[in-house]
């Protein structure tokens, strides 16, 4: 237990340290208050995600802390997990530069707007954990593990990537940059490459998975797509 909460600890330590670094050192200032704002509430809002399920849903918890290519199994997913973490870190190495250089300055209100967009991305997280306890990190398949239909999965098949899109489409704005949305252009494609894969992967392993796609049409949006 003890070292489960020492690596915690860690994580997210270097988490923040390379966070900060990734939006400041590209901002070349600390004079940055978007960056501040930002930061403070995706602190508060992962920690107490991560503190709530640490004390109700311990192993979603350590399903969602094994990340990345190195924590993928199929090739193609260890790609994928490899150009997602290049994006994040575009979506704050970007806008601050364009912090920097004064490229495209967004209105103070919009930045405030968009951290709370933010904090809904958080919200839907919470959501889709509270309803499917084998919400990994990765694409897998665990003994026992059942289609989840109930929640935000009545509606869509994968509402932790909508959540994911909310966050990514509200940072550049609340980092205070206009141009940095088009990010989601490069990003969309590969999103949808990993969201084929996971549905190939689980009608094949995941009984009951393809029943749960023909009855919910829906990939991220309801009426959409």
């Known amino acids: 237990m003890s070292n489960f909460y020492v690596r915690g600890v860690l994580a997210n330590l270097i988490t923040l340290l390379i966070f900060l670094a990734c939006i400041f050192i590209p901002a070349g200032t600390l004079d940055y208050w978007q960056a501040w704002v930002f930061v403070i509430v995706f602190e508060i809002s992962s920690q107490a995600l991560g503190i709530y399920f640490l004390m109700h849903d311990r192993k979603l918890l350590e399903r969602r802390i094994h990340f990345g290519p190195r924590a993928e199994q199929r090739p193609a997913q260890k790609f994928i ?87 990514l489409a509200a940072m550049p704005l609340a980092l205070g940059s206009w141009w940095s949305i088009f990010l989601l252009v490069p990003f969309f494609p590969v999103l949808a490459w990993r969201i084929f894969d996971e549905e190939d992967f689980l009608k094949e392993k995941l009984p009951g998975y393809s029943d749960y796609m023909q009855k919910v049409k829906y990939r991220l949006v309801p009426h959409v797509w």
Not at 85 to 95: A, D, Q, R, S, T
Not at 100 to 116: D, H
Not at 132 to 152: C, K, M, W, Y
């Open 81 to 167: 997990s490899s150009l997602f973490i290049l994006g994040f870190v575009g979506f704050v190495v970007l806008p601050a530069l364009d912090h920097r250089f004064s490229w495209s300055p967004v209105a103070p209100i919009v930045s405030i707007l968009a951290e709370i967009f933010i904090i809904i991305s958080f919200l839907l997280f919470f959501s889709v954990m509270k309803s499917n306890t084998f919400a990994a990190s990765t694409i897998q398949v665990e003994e026992g593990q059942t289609v989840v239909s109930n929640g935000l999965y009545a509606y869509i098949r994968h509402p932790m990537y909508s959540g994911a899109l909310l966050l």
